[in-house]
């Protein structure tokens, strides 16, 4: 497993979700007072924020899916040519995988 730097923190993916319930209430305010400015800033930061955490679950998916082809590989090499380190190695990077999906 490397460990390379994400993009899409797990704080901005808490910042998304904040920008998202924030931006939903700007609009409700909005639209209940007939403040069409405070709607409208409402309803786009609402939409961006849930543009970006897309954004950031596709990202780490597909983080995971590589790492999981990784240690299949890995595990499959390692099996035949006897090396039980990187057959280890494969388990490892297969195991981040599956979590990477699971967490995107």
Do not use: C, W
Request: hydrophobic share 30%; glycine share 12%; proline share 2%.
């Amino acid at each position: 497993y490397q460990n390379y730097p994400y993009p899409f923190t797990m704080t901005d993916r808490v910042k998304n979700a904040a920008n998202q319930y924030i931006g939903g209430a700007k609009q409700t305010v909005g639209e209940k007072t007939g403040n069409q400015d405070l709607a409208s800033s409402g309803a786009a930061q609402k939409s961006q924020a849930e543009t970006a955490q897309q954004a950031a679950s596709a990202h780490r998916n597909a983080e995971g899916l590589g790492n999981k082809i990784q240690g299949h590989v890995q595990q499959g090499v390692g099996s035949v040519t006897g090396n039980r380190e990187m057959e280890a190695r494969g388990h490892a990077n297969e195991t981040v995988g599956n979590m990477q999906q699971r967490t995107a």
